[in-house]
């Protein structure tokens, strides 16, 4: 089974923390993402990468960025953390070739409070 | 720019009913389209994969039709069980990134 894992369920930051969000994939998928889901806005992407250390923008990269230096390993990172990025944070990986080719795995999310 | 519209945004329906989820997208030139299912405080959880030049998938009591041409997508689910009780959401890839509908939640009771 595909596992993705984000490196906490739930977190609580100040306004003006650096805040570093990890994901973590175990089946050697060359694409990953980030995304953010909040109520009546559904899901909406941060920014993804197709391979190691390259990053594209999605539709909402202000405020964040990334980090991709080894392939299973996909860093979000709030440079200065700011009360309307609370949200919950939710990391996918998909494979570019394959049976299960494109079909996007997700983590557990991590709710992120920024006070 | 593509739009997903799920409707409808909540059903509560009996155990034992037969659901039709409905999925709709403003432009036909998609790679795929793909079904999740979500539950509360969870991450997603991918049910169904539909490639943009077939017209179904079927995975147990679940079923999943596309047609391109009228922007539409229908996820079936048979026999409805309260631990299908979640929200359903269902993506649109384009050819770098998914759209995401808004889901339809679906409570079933006993």
């Known amino acids: 089974d595909v596992k993705v894992t984000q490196s906490s369920r739930y977190l609580v930051k100040r306004t003006g923390e650096k805040v570093f969000l990890e994901c973590v994939q175990d089946?050697?998928?060359?694409?990953m993402f980030w995304y953010r889901q909040d109520p009546g806005l559904g899901l909406r992407l941060i920014y993804f990468s197709y391979d190691v250390k390259m990053k594209e923008k999605g539709d909402i990269p202000e405020g964040y960025s990334v980090s991709r230096e080894k392939k299973e390993r996909f860093s979000l990172i709030l440079e200065s953390a700011s009360t309307n990025q609370t949200s919950m944070y939710l990391c996918a990986s998909s494979s570019k070739s394959g049976r299960a080719r494109d079909t996007q795995y997700f983590g557990p999310g991590t709710r992120l409070t920024v006070l | 720019k593509q739009e997903v519209t799920q409707i409808p945004a909540a059903l509560s329906v009996p155990e034992g009913e037969n659901l039709v989820l409905n999925c709709s997208f403003t432009?036909?030139?998609?790679?795929?389209l793909q079904w999740f299912r979500q539950d509360p405080g969870k991450g997603l959880t991918s049910l169904l994969l539909i490639q943009s030049s077939q017209r179904e998938q079927t995975s147990g009591r679940l079923n999943a039709s596309l047609d391109k041409s009228s922007g539409r997508s229908t996820l079936y689910i048979a026999a409805s069980q309260p631990g299908d009780s979640a929200t359903y959401l269902c993506?649109?890839?384009?050819?770098?990134?998914?759209?995401f509908g808004t889901g339809t939640r679906l409570q079933v009771f006993p």
């Open positions: 089946m050697d998928h060359e694409n």
């Open positions: 993506a649109a890839r384009r050819p770098d990134k998914l759209i």
């Open positions: 432009d036909s030139a998609i790679y795929n």
